[in-house]
């Protein structure tokens, strides 16, 4: 069983990848574009997009910057927006395809370009055509704007994350004055943030502002809970330096963001009705935010695999390729495998999102679940994949030339962030035999005097 030559992975490709339990002809063929352009255009500049092994700042972000132009004109910025605004009204599994074969080189990078689409789908959600078409000339006119979405919050991220809390642990504080809500509080984490004029380059128009999680009132539970339009410029707002991290060096800028008597008008907050934005925030913040993790998380490992295949086929032990001997072909079997279902699940679970009326909505506690365990799952394979990769790699692994050193620092937030891997294992068991709430919850809402939510 030897072959040598240069050979493609079929089962690694769009078309056999992708199957038409869940898309279509036409979507499998967008997809294979995509999967192109991405070994043209993205592939050869994946070191230089955190700046090489010295992180230099300079050449990170241009090259980030370069390459997020590039995805807004090929329409990864406006792949969901209906095409009445000028978008491509793109499904939500052609936007997993989409974060998978982005990933392939850069989950950063794939994260940034996912902005845009996920605040799309919030306004989307809560029907508003004005907001829509308030921000549609931005998303469509051709320049690169980018935008964030602010939640986490000092007191713990996981908290907002977690709906037996009901949000009420939330201290960024909305207002309603007049015409107008005013918001006071402090968040950290949120990505890309930072002062308007970083966002303002030879290649970035400007920064689209943030979307801000919330409450008119702590005690009032879910039904408090809104998310706010806070234009980049708005007084009030201010910034620390982005943080240092592990992976996503320069891809997703996160700081801490202060507010400040911000006044925004009252049509900038984005749900309408009771419980809406509670909604809005499980469903499409968490929710979909887990889902396209899962696809990013897929593609990552994917890169991983197509890497050591490559390698185990030039190594070899006693005149024979590495992946030709069994223990090692049954490691990279075992690889494949669980990127495959991690893929089919996360393409099964955006396909049912297209059908509410059978599967509930997102904030129902059975999709929360789904959302929970595509990425949770997906995160594991990219553990498994990106430690074993290494591992029969052996010490070319390790290096940063082999580009898994990178993929395993960049996994490992898209397993922790918007809940991390605790809260999917919990949301999963509530979407299964749920709703519980935390021993003790009661006693200590009681001692912080907040009333139950009517
Ligand atoms: C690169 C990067 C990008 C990010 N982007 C954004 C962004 O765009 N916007 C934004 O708002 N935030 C963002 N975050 C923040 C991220 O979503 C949070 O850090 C994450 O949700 C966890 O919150 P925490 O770090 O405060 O951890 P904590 O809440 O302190 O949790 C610590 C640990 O305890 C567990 N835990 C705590 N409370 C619970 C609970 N109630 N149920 C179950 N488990 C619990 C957590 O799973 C975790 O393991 C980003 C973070 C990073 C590193």
Known sequence: MSNREAQPYLMLEPRYKYTRAFCTEEEIQLAESIRQFVNKELMPYRHEMEGGWHHDEQLALQTLHRLYVKLVRLGVTRANLPEKYGGLGLSPVMSQMISEELSRADAGLSAMASKIPWVVSFMMAAKRDDLL????????????????????EPGGGANLEDPAL??????????????????NGHKLWP?????PSHFRNSYLKGHLGYWTIATTDPAAGADGLGIFYVPADAPGLSFSKPYEKMGFAFADENTDIW???VRIPKRYRLDTKRGEGANIMHGYVVGFGRLGSAASLTGLSQAVLEIVLEWSKQREIAGTPLRERSLFAAMLGEMYRAIDLSRQYHLSVAWQTMYPEIYGEPWSKEMMAKFAAARSFAADTAEMVTNRGMELMGSLGYAYESHIEKYMRDFKIAKMWLGGAQRDRLDIAQGLYGPFKWAGFEEWASAQHLPKPS
């Open 166 to 183: 009901e949000f009420r642990t939330v201290r960024t504080i909305a207002r309603l004055e007049g015409d107008s809500y005013v918001i």
């Open 133 to 152: 078409e308030e921000f549609a000339p931005f998303i469509t006119g051709g320049d690169a704007w980018t935008v964030c979405v602010a939640f986490t």
């Open 191 to 195: 990505g890309s943030s930072g002062s």
């Open 259 to 261: 507010f400040e008597d």
